[in-house]
């Protein structure tokens, strides 16, 4: 009885040829088995399989696909700097929503209708999330072509804007968000210093109360593996509070 009053709560996926139709072709990608769309739309707030393992998959898929992409568009950047700028891609959970609004993702989603009317930041991360889930779907259903292709024709724009992230302080971000829990501020500790003197790699290690062990990054200077280290620990809290 619990289940079926809940399912009777939730904003359905609509099941009617036109309607599979036209998501379809928001989306550019026709499914093979169309039970993995089904499961990518839905919120764990609904009943039946919901979408947070293909959120996770899709994270990953997303991360392999824009380090590839970061790989061949930008040659000559250090391994800090492709990493600062695929942290900000990835975890740009801000452009994540405005790709879902562009496809209109949030007319199709299976939620329970409480979590609909509940607050702002917390829908666009339900809809970030979408979006990481439907390239798992799709990559689960046609592989790794379709799920690049997918991703190039959704990101373009985001991909055009990729020089912004450069600039963007994740040691700034970092701090507000611990700021914003009641933490105390990170430390940075640099561990090694390898490479010729001309050439010098650096070893950040960034500590931070609410992770049990630090986070490192490597930079050609301090200030650059401190970005790097400050990036992926705001990545992992991101992933780990969504």
């Not at 599979?20 to 919120?43: C, K, M, V, W």
């Not at 090694?192 to 001309?198: A, S, V």
Request: charged share 20%; aromatic share 8%; with cysteine.
């Amino acid at each position: 009885m619990e289940s079926r009053k809940r399912s009777n709560n939730c904003q359905q996926f609509p099941v009617n040829t036109n309607r599979i139709n036209s998501l379809t072709e928001i989306l550019g990608y026709s499914f093979n088995d169309p039970s993995l769309l089904q499961r990518a739309l839905t919120h764990r707030s609904a009943d039946g399989q919901h979408n947070e393992t293909l959120e996770f998959l899709g994270d990953g898929i997303l991360s392999a696909i824009v380090s590839s992409h970061l790989f061949e568009s930008l040659p000559d950047a250090s391994e800090g700097e492709l990493t600062l700028e695929r942290i900000g891609i990835v975890n740009n959970h801000q452009a994540l929503f405005s790709v879902a609004e562009h496809m209109k993702i949030g007319d199709f989603i299976v939620v329970d209708k409480g979590f609909v009317k509940s607050n702002k930041r917390a829908w666009q991360n339900l809809l970030a999330n979408t979006v990481e889930a439907l390239i798992g779907a799709v990559y689960l259903d046609g592989g790794m072509s379709a799920a690049t292709e997918f991703f190039h024709r959704h990101f373009s724009a985001l991909l055009e804007d990729v020089s912004v992230v450069a600039h963007t302080n994740f040691k700034s971000l970092l701090q507000e968000y611990l700021q914003s829990r009641s933490q105390g501020v990170p430390r940075y500790e640099t561990i090694e210093i390898q490479g010729r003197d001309h050439e010098p790699v650096f070893t950040v290690q960034c500590h931070i109360e609410m992770l049990k062990y630090p986070i490192s990054g490597t930079g050609q200077t301090v200030k650059e593996a401190q970005q790097v280290a400050a990036g992926r620990a705001y990545e992992l809290l991101c992933r780990r509070t969504d």
